[in-house]
């Protein structure tokens, strides 16, 4: 460690250099990053013409998002195993293939509510398959100087497709109907599979290393790690990072156009959203890795900023609405980000996708299902969108000290539990 400090902070060249490296399994991680959460991100746009042919509620609609979460946090340990057993490259693999056909059997739903609610449950689980579990994994095992950074890259993908997926569905939806828009998304994990097929592959490469398999590291195994306190701390934020993101999201079209905003302006507006996530998510990870900065303390920082934005929407007019949405944008990007690199850091990259599919996805997505449901429900209660903001604002407040406890771990570089160093140095 003291030749480390000696050293400094890594230089952008040993950065760049790594990416290059990998730049064929990133831009395959990219892809397949979009395509798994280009469902849960558009879903917003399919509520209203859902809900008017089948004569539903909004609210009952807006479930999907809740049994997409259960799928998620039911398929995330069993898919990290895996990911850590056979292989990240065969699950991601197999994964695009379910999540195609799980789109294309939602657009046959007949008017029968718990299909819909069934629909939801098998792209959720078929999506965690092509997720940060298995793309975070290959990641893992692919970087050492330019880790933050990658996984910012890696969470663009998810950017990307909240910026452009819901426009696109929106005009598929506007054009053909809601149900050509299901088997539009289907496609796209169809068009990912012959590239992830040729640059995932394990196959040695000239300096005998297989780009598509993550290396042997040391570690924590998941059985330790759940009898650390700091793992809960993390993974109780991250279900509170989820809250947020998640019922803002999948709420912000009909908050918008209850403001007066028309539907495809509201979709522009949830682009907008997606923009300035994949700003949070670059940015985070370049600033992480070049100066070697506290994750846990950007996760705080971002909650602080979180809640003011929330406060701001609920107080303001409209014409302040898409400043302070970009604003939460960019905060909801960085925390994401922090949560995968604060994972491989404090518990190193022995069985991170077993880890990282329970803290950072089933617990994320009891957070990101529960979260547009309770949105919608306090709406209705209140009969107020500035009561839900509110809400939403201590939600996002009560996240901030355990991040700082998530932070004191990082510094420190032990896990709160007099458990063995996770091989900070090596990282």
């Known amino acids: 460690m003291d ?35 280009l469902p849960v991100y558009s879903i917003g746009a399919f509520v209203a013409p859902i809900a008017a042919e089948m004569y539903w509620a909004d609210t009952q609609v807006i479930g999907w998002a809740l049994a997409h979460a259960v799928g998620a946090v039911l398929a995330a340990p069993f898919i990290g195993l895996l990911s850590d057993r056979l292989g990240p490259h065969r699950v991601v693999m197999t994964g695009l293939v379910l999540l195609a056909a799980a789109l294309f059997a939602s657009a046959l739903l007949p008017p029968i509510l718990p299909l819909l609610y069934l629909s939801g449950f ?19 095992g692919l970087f050492d100087k330019g880790m933050a950074t990658a996984f910012g890259l890696m969470s663009c993908g998810i950017g990307l497709s909240a910026a452009l997926g819901p426009r696109l569905m929106q005009a598929t939806i506007d054009a053909e109907g809601w149900r050509l828009a299901f088997l539009a998304a289907g496609v796209a994990p169809l068009l990912v599979l012959p590239v992830a097929w040729r640059w995932l592959r394990a196959r040695p490469s000239r300096q005998g290393a297989q780009p598509g398999v993550v290396r042997e590291e040391a570690g924590h195994t998941l059985r330790t790690v759940v009898g650390l306190p700091v793992f809960w701390v993390l993974g109780i934020g991250t279900v509170l990072y989820g809250l947020c993101a ?151 407040a009560a996240g901030i000290p355990l991040f700082l406890i998530v932070s004191r771990a990082l510094a420190t570089g032990r896990t709160l539990a007099s458990a063995p160093r996770p091989l900070m140095a090596e990282a």
């Open 3 to 37: 030749e480390l400090k000696k050293a400094g902070p890594p230089g952008p060249q040993g950065i760049i250099a790594e990416l290059l490296q990998a730049r064929r399994p990133m831009i395959v991680i990219v892809l397949g990053m979009a395509v798994g959460v």
């Open 122 to 140: 098998a792209v959720g689980a078929a999506a965690v398959s092509v997720s940060g579990i298995t793309l975070g994994r290959i990641i893992a």
């Open 246 to 396: 998640g019922g803002m999201a999948v709420n912000l079209i009909p908050y918008l156009t209850s403001e007066g905003v028309s539907r495809a302006d509201a979709a522009t507006v949830l682009g907008l959203l997606g923009l300035s996530t994949m700003a949070g998510r670059f940015l985070t990870g370049v600033l992480i890795d070049r100066f070697q900065l506290n994750a846990g303390l950007f996760m705080t920082g971002a909650l602080i900023v979180q809640a003011a934005a929330f406060a701001v929407l609920a107080l303001t007019s409209t014409q302040y609405m898409v400043v302070a949405i970009l604003v939460f944008g960019l905060t909801m990007g960085a925390e994401a980000d922090c949560v995968a690199y604060s994972t491989a850091k404090l518990f190193g990259r022995r069985a991170f996708s077993a880890i990282f599919g329970v803290v950072g996805y089933a617990m994320l997505y009891i957070g990101t299902g529960v979260g547009p449901v309770l949105f919608s429900v306090v709406r209705h209660m209140t009969d107020s969108y500035a009561s839900a903001l509110y809400v939403w604002a201590a939600i996002a």
